[in-house]
């Protein structure tokens, strides 16, 4: 199973910087993208043709699903690599209606994605099957519905976790016990002190989430670009001594 970075800049895209999407593949299988923000459709056509995967959602905030209604025109319309069935989208419950109305062609409608999506909404806890690999979404702490999604490749028992939007909360430690990697965000750089409550982690909060579910490797993500990123990094050294890196785009991830 591997992961590979489409983007993961924090709140807004940045030069050379698209938002958050990542990639999931399994040899032999049809990929999962998690996520699509600004900028990451176009990461995506570097690597595959976009149209030959699985689309599923941690939120629907513009960060995270605006490049939807492009891929939408891709799948339908490209003459050379246009989709002929349907893959799995899973996300809120929302999300259709959401990103429906953002492709819709009359103002206050919603574009009907059901011809080349089959989707579903997320229940809390409840494993999905994607291919070789499965996928649970926990709940977590945004001003939206959230989750964080834990994705494990049966086959070799490996477990990737994304954090997707969410300030610290015991149930992100759930989803990240024991995981391989851990792609966690640390929006607020160093400290939360004098954040929005709630809403983000700082790099702090990300290492004491990786350091009390045990895992592997953290991954920092999703830091705004006016952020200190190296005081972003110290800060998650200073609540977890495992590994940790700095996320960035094109970055591949292999178990």
């Not at 160093?190 to 983000?200: D, Q, T, V």
Request: aromatic fraction near 8%; charged fraction near 15%.
């Amino acid at each position: 199973m591997k992961l590979t970075i489409l983007g993961c800049s924090g709140s807004v895209p940045a030069p050379g910087k698209p938002a958050s999407g990542y990639l999931i593949t399994v040899d032999n299988d049809e990929s999962v993208v998690m996520d699509l923000g600004p900028g990451t459709l176009a990461a995506l056509q570097a690597i595959q043709n976009p149209a030959d995967a699985h689309v599923v959602f941690s939120h629907l905030h513009a960060d995270h699903c605006t490049d939807f209604p492009s891929l939408m025109v891709w799948r339908r319309f490209h003459p050379d690599a246009a989709s002929y069935g349907r893959d799995l989208c899973f996300g809120p419950v929302d999300t259709p209606i959401h990103l429906g109305r953002l492709s819709s062609n009359e103002p206050g409608g919603v574009d009907d994605m059901s011809d080349t999506f089959a989707f579903a909404p997320w229940v809390d806890g409840q494993t999905e099957i994607l291919g070789r690999v499965t996928i649970t979404p926990y709940r977590v702490l945004h001003p939206i519905e959230a989750y964080a999604l834990r994705v494990r490749e049966p086959a070799t028992g490996k477990v990737i976790t994304y954090s997707g939007d969410s300030a610290y909360t015991p149930n992100l430690v759930t989803a990240a016990r024991g995981a391989d990697l851990l792609f966690a965000e640390a929006c607020w750089g160093p400290s939360g002190e004098g954040m929005a409550p709630g809403m983000h982690m700082s790099g702090a909060d990300a290492g004491r989430v990786a350091r009390e579910a045990g895992v592997g490797h953290l991954v920092l993500i999703h830091i705004q670009p006016w952020a200190d990123v190296e005081a972003t990094l110290a800060a998650a050294r200073s609540e977890f001594d495992g590994q940790i890196s700095v996320g960035e785009p094109g970055q591949v991830y292999a178990l």
